[in-house]
């Protein structure tokens, strides 16, 4: 693991081309243990956890990092990132099921549809496709992060950037770099202005630039700022949201106790 870290502090350590992804070099065994932490932070390690549809939300959440894949054309506030991931897969050699390679939106039109057809052949294919992809669906998640942080540092002012390089600077560890990872898939780059509740986001940026000054734990530091910045999108929330943060909070304090080898 000592060459995620090379690669991790050599990214963190130029910006000077914001508009250029930076790139994070993982092998296959790299990406298989970074996937096994997020299956387990998304979905506890269980195949079934690959395809859910949470309650009071307009879509199913499909894959290693839950991604959204909207049924109908009339696409809510959040990013949907299903039909990319499928993208990916098959710009990659995968071959998709036919019914998926034609599906242009998701097949299910409620979420009552969607579980009384969970043991049926779609699903049931679907889960195993994306059981045995688990690395593939890693690199699609460090893409979004590579292109995530210049989209951050450019909507950025300059007092800003400062802030978030320093932060990004103390989270070059292997285990900030899975925190890292695993948050810009779970909420977001925090750019999009239709994530806002309230005028207030919950992305990446939104818990960088709340962490403090000075801290001696990372992980610990962007944990709390994590909570703080989900606390507040629940209280600004235009519908009840309480029900998820007790979740929430788990999954970012988590991230303090994180040890690969």
């Not at 009339?74 to 990319?84: A, D, I, R, T, V």
């Not at 097949?107 to 045995?132: I, V």
């Not at 560890?173 to 890292?180: I, M, R």
């Not at 990446?204 to 709340?210: A, G, H, I, P």
Request: net charge negative; glycine share 6%; charged share 20%.
């Amino acid at each position: 693991m000592a060459r995620i870290i090379a690669v991790f502090l050599l990214l963190f350590c130029n910006f000077s081309a914001l508009s250029t992804p930076f790139p994070i070099v993982l092998d296959d065994s790299q990406a298989q243990q970074l996937g096994q932490l997020i299956w387990k932070n998304e979905g506890q390690q269980k195949v079934e956890h690959l395809s859910t549809w949470n309650k009071n939300e307009d879509f199913p959440s499909l894959g290693l990092g839950h991604f959204i894949w909207y049924p109908t054309t009339q696409k809510g506030p959040f990013k949907e990132q299903f039909p990319q991931l499928l993208n990916f897969m098959t710009d990659n050699g995968v071959v998709l099921p036919q019914w998926l390679n034609d599906a242009k939106l998701a097949p299910w039109k409620s979420r009552e549809q969607f579980y009384a057809e969970f043991d049926q052949p779609q699903l049931s294919q679907l889960r195993a496709l994306l059981s045995e992809h688990l690395a593939l669906q890693v690199r699609f998640i460090i893409i979004r992060l590579e292109q995530a942080i210049p989209l951050i540092l450019d909507s950025s002012t300059a007092l800003e950037q400062k802030l978030i390089q320093e932060h990004l600077q103390q989270l070059s560890s292997v285990e900030g770099l899975f925190a890292l990872l695993d948050y810009v898939n779970f909420k977001g780059e925090g750019v999009n202005l239709k994530e806002r509740y309230q005028g207030e986001g919950w992305g990446l940026k939104q818990v960088l630039l709340s962490m403090p000054i000075h801290y001696d734990n990372p992980l610990r530091s962007f944990g709390l700022a994590a909570d703080e910045v989900l606390t507040r999108r629940v209280k600004n929330a235009p519908r009840d949201e309480e029900h998820w943060l007790k979740g929430w909070r788990v999954r970012v304090h988590a991230y303090q106790d994180l040890s690969v080898e």
